[in-house]
Structures are given as structure tokens and as C-alpha cells.
């Protein structure tokens, strides 16, 4: 009869070590928690970028517009005070000429924003006193309406500016904490090849590390 061979396997291979599979598994569990946190980080990251490119470009069209419209308005009162000078000019000089029905005349064409500067210079008695001021369109009673309104106008387009040029600060901020959380899933995926444990544990303290940076810059960034 033939005899039986009985093959043993060693040891090592057939009853595997408890403390290594225990070690093994911590290992793994790591490597998976830093993929999922970095994961997370990643399209946290992408949202905020995205919405802060969404407000740069409004802030920008905002700012666009306002400076167009201060544009207009800074068009229009010189022409408004063109309108007054000549208005002005032709008045003083059919006064000076001693036409008072014309001069009367174009003083009923002054427009409403002049007269009270106007007033304010003939009360000065500009004819006699030298210190009068040589001009009513310098008195401080002569406001432009649509000059205030070009002021404002540019004054809210500088600020859309700036908001819009720290949006797209913001949104590129965002866009490099996400380059922090893809070297975290790069050196957390290939920790899984590696069988040293030194070189592992020190890829994944590595990738620990960076996603500890990752997440304190973005809890230090401003959110929508």
C-alpha cells in the first residue's frame, strides 16, 4: 500500500501573526480615513472656489456698470456746467452792456441748480467788492446733481472692484488647498503598497500632516 506523505506548511504561512494583521488592519483604516477626509476636503475646496468665482464675476460686472453710469453722469454735468457758463457769460455781458430785458432774459434760462449760486454772488456785490468771488459757478452753493451722482458712481465701482478682486483671491485660495488634499490621497493610496512598516507609518504621518494643514487653511478662508 502506498504510504501517505503528510506536507506541512511552516508556520508562518499557516497561521498568520495576530499582532502583524492587527497592525495591518490599523494601517488600513488610516489610509481609508485620510482618503475619505481628503476626498471631502477636495469637493469642499471645488464648491467654495466655484461660488467665489461666481461672485467675482458679478462684482465685476457690477463695477463695470457703475463706472459706465458715472461716466454718463460725469458727461452730463459738464455739460450742465458748460451750460451754465455760457448762460452766465452772455448775462454779464448784455449787463455790463446796460440791456436789462436781455439780461433779464437769460437770467430766466438759468437752470435751477445755478440760481442759488448765482444768488450767493450777487450778494457778494462782485462789481464793487474785490474779494468777491470772480465766478458764481465757485461758490460752494453750486452743486451738480449729476456731478454727486458720477462721485458715487465711481466711488461704488471701486469698491465692486476690490470685492470682486478678493473673491478671485478667495477662489484661488481654494483652488490650492485642493493641490494639499490630492497629495494627501496620493501618499494615503500608495501607503497600501508598501509592506515596511517604517516607510508606511511615515507616508501616511505625512499625508496626516498635510490634510492638518489643508483643513486649518480652509477653516481660515472665508465661506459662502
Given at each position: 500500500m502506498p504510504e501517505h506523505v503528510h506536507v506541512h506548511a511552516p508556520h508562518e504561512f499557516s497561521e498568520p501573526s495576530e499582532a502583524v494583521t492587527r497592525r495591518d488592519r490599523t494601517l488600513e483604516i488610516i489610509a481609508a480615513l485620510l482618503l475619505s477626509l481628503a476626498t471631502v476636503g477636495i469637493a469642499w475646496s471645488g464648491y467654495q472656489a466655484a461660488r467665489w468665482s461666481g461672485v467675482q464675476a458679478r462684482r465685476y460686472t457690477q463695477a463695470s456698470a457703475?463706472?459706465?453710469?458715472?461716466?454718463?453722469?460725469?458727461?452730463?454735468?459738464?455739460?450742465?456746467?458748460?451750460?451754465?457758463?455760457?448762460?452766465?457769460?452772455?448775462?454779464?455781458?448784455?449787463?455790463?452792456?446796460?440791456?436789462?430785458?436781455?439780461?433779464?432774459?437769460?437770467?430766466?434760462r438759468f437752470r435751477d441748480e445755478f440760481r442759488p449760486a448765482f444768488s450767493a454772488w450777487q450778494a457778494s456785490d462782485p462789481l464793487n467788492n474785490p474779494q468777491a468771488i470772480p465766478s458764481p459757478l465757485l461758490e460752494k452753493q453750486y452743486v451738480l446733481a449729476d456731478a454727486v451722482n458720477a462721485d458715487k458712481l465711481e466711488h461704488v465701482g471701486d469698491v465692486r472692484f476690490e470685492q470682486g478682486k478678493q473673491a478671485n483671491e478667495n477662489a484661488d485660495d481654494y483652488v490650492f488647498v485642493t493641490v494639499f488634499f490630492a497629495v494627501v490621497l496620493f501618499f494615503a493610496g500608495i501607503s497600501l503598497r508598501f509592506t515596511w512598516y517604517p516607510i508606511r507609518i511615515g507616508i501616511l504621518a505625512m499625508a496626516a500632516a498635510l490634510l492638518l494643514y489643508g483643513a486649518i487653511r480652509i477653516g481660515s478662508l472665508p465661506r459662502l
Open positions: 457703475a463706472r459706465s453710469l458715472a461716466n454718463r453722469a460725469s458727461t452730463l454735468a459738464a455739460q450742465e456746467r458748460t451750460q451754465d457758463l455760457l448762460n452766465f457769460n452772455r448775462w454779464l455781458e448784455v449787463t455790463t452792456e446796460g440791456n436789462t430785458q436781455l439780461a433779464a432774459l437769460y437770467e430766466r
